[in-house]
């Protein structure tokens, strides 16, 4: 019981790991995660949430001042799931001046039967990054317009380019127009969208996308409105992903008011830090108004009454996602023959 | 940037986690880790806390109700430090009837300047176990009378044990008094402790322990009072450690009415959901008799007036002993050489 080892002894990796539990990288995690089964999950994963099946903590906040940064854990499990999923996310901003990426973390997952490690998920964030490209591909789907001309993309990040690449393939249309606050790397995301058989280009203006596109998604960490009411058209479906949190917004609150449907990932959540926030704050509309993304992607509610709607979705994201897309990575990893290079029980 | 494979490739181990972040089983722990170097990180980090050194976040929790389970979150990191911990611990209730242990939880140390993983500590649970007991030791030496008659135990378990070696050993006593609600778990106990050396017995009643012992560690589950005020002698010191929740209580509340000095790792944790919460609601105490156990070990603040005062530490737990005992860990664990079998960089 007491801490003096009883006997000394090397430890080899295997030993570090007593357990054995199986530890997977990003590189195996890119080999068995397809986006077909991501997309999957992540809409069942905003079902399950409309419909109160998640069990979910608070998350919990770590601020850094020298250098600034944060950490946030997730953490929850499906009612009557046999696992539960902790989920770290890091956010460190001077990352890139020291060639490292800003974001990163890792999940694990639990068996809720014993408390026992199953695995560890060292995704280095991107697990994250997939679900939400993932949320937003859904909803932009979700509460498109019968005939999509254009995707607009405002952004020109990590975020911006997965937005592009899954919901231009969700939604069927190869015409991406990209705006960045900085146009060359709105245009060198232009570029690589290219290689991916993408007809992509980069605009000088916010006005220039909606002029283009009925569908856009904003993803920009911009804390205050670069949409303005009078740019949106009837007909155009909006999926805002930046503002998940207090301080943050994309939106002109009145484009909201327009709104015949604003779609939500979970009302409370937008509506203490996401674009519905500043919109109910302003007192600009009627919750009613309001429906759960689960609900629409479960086919109980329309994304949109006509096709010369204005409609919103508001994206906080959930911890249904997490716990959905770490959860499939286990079952894919153990399923994958990699798995044959995996310890010995 | 999407999710296929870029190429099929074998994930060995090592592949499995390309960054090469040590994974530090219990087995590796207990060979780096002494029972000196804890009690001095843990007398440390309760210093540190006293003086306001430390930044956690407020613990998470989960529940789980079939079979019946927690999962609690404790994460932070000591002002400008290089690294921040967290910290993972379940209890799973219905264990042993499986042959496994109740309580599990790991620790992980992240880079505070740019979030990297630096080192996964599966500890199963034994780095919360043993910084407990490092608490309990110090906290009993430091309102210890100058002579101790012997060292009573309340508790027949896990931490009981941990409890009755660490104490004994800084108490510098030999004579170890244990009463459990079962007689013969507390029997079993003292004879393991009789192999560790001490002079170790149980007795049949709560009044039997303190009518021969003078230094007495409460360490029960118990939701009510297990030591009645008339109980205690003057010259008695009391280390209450089992209350860390609502509805968790050992002490008769006059007890700490009677107290000359309550010392509590955390005075607002304990106002909340330790012995010193049942005395403020019962308008028993004036704060005044209240002191930081840090303070006292700092030797800022005496840990008892007189031989003939009555004392008691009321421990509710501390982020700060986690993330002192995990950085230990992994600084230890970096010295080790079964680090040189460790996956090369």
Redesign the interface.
């Known amino acids: 019981?007491?801490?003096?080892?009883?006997k000394?002894?090397?430890?080899?990796?295997?030993?570090?790991?007593?357990?054995n539990?199986?530890?997977?990288?990003?590189?195996?995690l890119?080999?068995?995660?397809?986006?077909h089964d991501?997309l999957r999950v992540v809409r069942n994963a905003c079902v399950q949430h409309a419909h109160d099946k998640v069990?979910?903590?608070?998350?919990?906040?770590?601020?850094?001042q020298n250098?600034p940064?944060d950490?946030h854990?997730r953490?929850?499990?499906f009612r009557g799931a046999p696992t539960?999923v902790?989920k770290?996310a890091?956010?460190?901003y001077e990352?890139p001046t020291?060639g490292?990426e800003t974001n990163?973390?890792?999940m694990?997952v639990?068996s809720?039967?014993?408390?026992?490690?199953i695995a560890?998920l060292?995704d280095e964030g991107w697990l994250t990054s997939?679900r939400t490209a993932a949320a937003g591909a859904l909803a932009a789907k979700a509460g498109a317009p019968s005939r999509v001309t254009a995707l607009g993309i405002l952004g020109s990040g990590?975020q911006a380019?997965?937005q592009a690449?899954?919901a231009a393939h969700l939604l069927g249309t190869q015409r991406v127009v990209i705006w960045g606050r900085v146009k060359e790397k709105a245009e060198r995301l232009a570029e690589?969208l290219q290689l991916?058989a993408l007809t992509a280009h980069a605009v000088s203006t916010v006005e220039d996308v909606f002029k283009q596109c009925n569908v856009v998604i904003t993803c920009t960490p911009s804390t205050q409105p670069i949409v303005l009411a009078h740019l949106v058209k009837p007909g155009t479906h909006i999926v805002a992903l930046g503002a998940d949190s207090l301080g943050k917004q994309e939106l002109d609150p009145h484009i909201l008011a327009q709104a015949s449907v604003i779609m939500t990932d979970d009302h409370q959540q937008c509506a203490e830090r996401g674009e519905l926030a500043h919109a109910l704050h302003a007192g600009l509309i009627r919750e009613e108004v309001c429906v759960a993304l689960g609900h629409v992607l479960a086919g109980n509610s329309p994304g949109r009454l006509s096709d010369h709607d204005i409609t919103v979705a508001d994206l906080t994201g959930l911890a249904a996602q997490d716990i959905a897309i770490a959860t499939l990575a286990v079952e894919m990893s153990q399923l994958?023959p990699?798995?044959s290079?995996?310890?010995p029980p």
């Not at 019981?1 to 009883?6: D, F, K, N, T």
């Not at 539990?21 to 195996?28: A, E, I, M, R």
């Not at 890119?30 to 986006?35: C, K, S």
């Open positions: 019981m007491h801490v003096a080892a009883p000394a002894q090397r430890s080899l990796p295997l030993e570090l790991w007593p357990m539990t199986p530890l997977y990288g990003l590189n195996s890119r080999e068995v995660l397809t986006r991501i069990i979910s903590a608070k998350s919990g906040e770590l601020l850094f250098p940064g950490c854990i953490f929850g499990y539960f902790i770290v890091m956010g460190f990352n020291r490292l990163n973390g890792l694990m639990f809720s039967l014993t408390g026992n490690l560890i060292n997939w990590h380019e997965l690449l899954w690589s991916h994958s990699s798995n290079a995996l310890p």
